[in-house]
């Protein structure tokens, strides 16, 4: 067997030195503060998985999994919380939990110890967050191993197999492949050949979509114009319903926009009978117009976040015209990306968003 150059015997040397001294801090601070001693144990742990040979194998890999969730979702993000009693939960798990505790009128609880959590009782622990980072993790690309804080750059700019596309794509190419790939793709590429004829339709074809998708702006862009545009900040604060078995839904407090009385309305999956057992979450909203009109009211109408939440939002324009007989609109979604970003609205002790009205007038 060949002998190691100095330069790894260097690294082990090193990963060696943390893991002794992160252990030897677990131990003196274990009495003080359980969640810093588990931030110590895990930099242990995380050093000693680097000096373990065949880092590659699933099983060692396990020391990373272990950490990772409380309720097992996938972990995303380094943020790691702790309860009053030290236990750990992932920014993914802690959200998950206020969530289904919000849809099931229940206070959140440690899943460890059933001790109440909340935004308020929960902080994060650095510790572990820096431990977490240099644990090893899979690239899902070249199946490489590398730790957390540097897999992100890694897959985006420095993976030899992350997917790419041709240079020529503006011109209609298809083409989707290992970046390695991607050169000798290129010399052979069939698209900066084509003919004139050819390249039209192609570019026709990517015009219509690209119409489609200013079609949004352009509409948004026409309703600036208006004479009568209102504009307010929301706040969506749960309720339950009085059925036997309750339903959780949001509603707003009255506020007047164009001169008229307003109230939103939001529910969870379209009110079904346990949304807390369903993975994927939507919320879905009505405009309710309490005063008395004189005459028909035509609105053009969207939700978009408030200015200090970071949920994203894809803005949709909807229409309605509103009469005294017909002084609500249906339930329509609210265009959120994702059930994550949901759970960030269902965690969140109110939801704060800004509604746009803009009236019609013919």
């Known amino acids: 067997m060949a002998p190691k150059p100095w330069g790894e015997w260097s690294t082990a040397l090193s990963h060696l030195a943390l893991g002794v001294v992160s252990l030897h801090a677990a131990v003196s601070t274990a009495q ?83 001790c109440e959590i909340s935004k308020s009782l929960c902080c994060r622990n650095l510790a572990v967050e820096k431990a977490v ?80 998708e200013m079609q949004l702006y352009n509409s948004v862009f026409s309703l600036l114009s208006f004479e009568k545009i209102g504009y307010t900040e929301v706040q969506f604060r749960p309720y339950r319903t009085d059925d036997f078995i309750t339903r959780l839904y949001y509603e707003t407090p009255r506020f007047t926009v164009l001169n008229q009385t307003w109230v939103l309305k939001a529910r969870v999956n379209d009110s079904e009978r346990n949304p807390n057992l369903s993975c994927k979450r939507t919320l879905s909203f009505q405009l309710l117009l309490k005063s008395k009109v004189t005459a028909p009211l035509e609105c053009s109408f969207l939700l978009l976040k408030g200015p200090y939440d970071d949920v994203k939002i894809s803005p949709v324009i909807y229409h309605f015209v509103f009469t005294n007989e017909s002084n609500e609109t249906d339930y329509v979604p609210l265009p959120i990306v994702d059930s994550v970003e949901c759970n960030k609205l269902l965690a969140a002790k109110n939801i704060n968003l800004r509604l746009f009205l803009f009236q019609i007038q013919k």
């Not at 849809?103 to 959140?108: D, I, P, T």
């Open 32 to 114: 003080a503060s359980r969640g810093a001693a588990a931030g110590f144990l895990l930099q242990a742990l995380a050093a000693a998985t680097m000096l373990a040979p065949g880092l590659g194998t699933d099983e060692d890999c396990l020391a990373g999994a272990w950490v990772a969730t409380v309720i097992g979702l996938p972990l995303l993000a380094f943020d790691f919380h702790w309860c009053t009693n030290g236990h750990l939960m992932c920014a993914g798990c802690f959200i998950h939990l206020l969530a289904d505790a919000r849809l099931k009128e229940e206070q959140a609880t440690c899943p460890n110890c059933r």
């Open 133 to 212: 980072s240099e644990l090893p993790s899979e690239c899902g690309f070249c199946l490489r191993q590398f730790p957390r804080s540097l897999l992100e750059r890694h897959q985006k700019e420095e993976c030899q197999d992350r997917v790419t596309q041709c240079k020529y794509k503006r011109i209609g190419c298809p083409w989707h492949g290992p970046f390695h790939e991607l050169t000798v793709h290129e010399a052979a590429c069939a698209h900066p050949t084509k003919t004139g004829n050819e390249l039209m339709e192609i570019l026709d074809e990517m015009d219509q979509s690209h119409r489609r």
